[in-house]
């Protein structure tokens, strides 16, 4: 079956720019979560969507944002992007059965830089 | 808070020796612990989770409660292991939804 696929794989975008990434997750599996990942902070959770409803969030401004879709592909916005935004933003998906196992499946991660 | 430290950041072993990997937790409850690996130019994978208790690719990992403690461990360490593993928890209940925190990483570079 398909991966979680992430589109696209780089952006480079101006500071104060606003941008938009997008995930898909693997076939049947309705949550998914975002990270960021930088070399400074590492791996940082930042929200997980399940059902079009996000049921949690991670310490973020409100200037990221997210939303899933029915078809459970899940898009997240950043806004007024500052130079600290430049990092990769992986998604990940999972069935409540692979959860359960920890078992949730990453995406390959679009790349921003912000300049 | 949930909290997991990773204290070496890199790790340099010959092949054929014994390797291990810290991790350390904090989080007041039954946390799952999970170790994620990234091979060179691949995507964040599952190695193995401590509920299973399985060896994976020759890897073991023990949860350690008393010590709070989750390393990961292999006899014979190959050249194939090299790669960026993560020591990973997810915590129990609504603030647990899809949300693993991760330790910094250690770099594990196995020598011919």
């Known amino acids: 079956k398909a991966g979680v696929t992430q589109t696209p794989r780089y952006l480079i975008k101006t500071r104060g720019q606003q941008v938009t990434l997008s995930c898909s997750p693997i076939s049947g599996h309705r949550s998914v979560s975002w990270y960021q990942q930088t070399p400074g902070q590492g791996l940082q959770f930042l929200f997980e969507y399940f059902s079009e409803t996000q049921r949690n969030k991670g310490n973020f401004p409100g200037r990221f944002s997210g939303r899933q879709f029915s078809n459970s592909r899940s898009e997240m916005n950043v806004s007024t992007l500052e130079l600290g935004d430049s990092a990769l933003y992986l998604c990940?998906?999972?069935?409540?059965?692979?959860?359960?196992?920890?078992?949730?499946?990453f995406g390959s991660g679009t790349r921003l830089t912000v300049v | 808070a949930q909290r997991v430290t990773q204290p070496e950041k890199l790790l340099s072993v010959f092949k054929g020796a014994p390797v291990e990997l810290k991790c350390n937790y904090s989080y007041s409850g039954s946390p799952e612990l999970f170790w994620y690996v990234q091979y060179s130019r691949q995507r964040l994978q599952l190695l193995l989770r401590?509920?299973s208790r399985e060896s994976i690719k020759g890897f073991t990992a023990d949860l350690n409660k008393g010590e709070t403690s989750f390393h990961l461990k292999k006899p014979f360490a190959q050249e194939e292991d090299s790669a960026m593993y993560y020591c990973a928890l997810s915590g129990a209940g609504g603030t647990s939804y899809g949300k693993l925190t991760f330790g910094q990483g250690t770099i594990l570079t196995v020598h011919p």
């Open positions: 401590h509920i």
């Open positions: 990940a998906s999972s069935s409540p059965k692979d959860r359960a196992r920890g078992g949730y499946t």
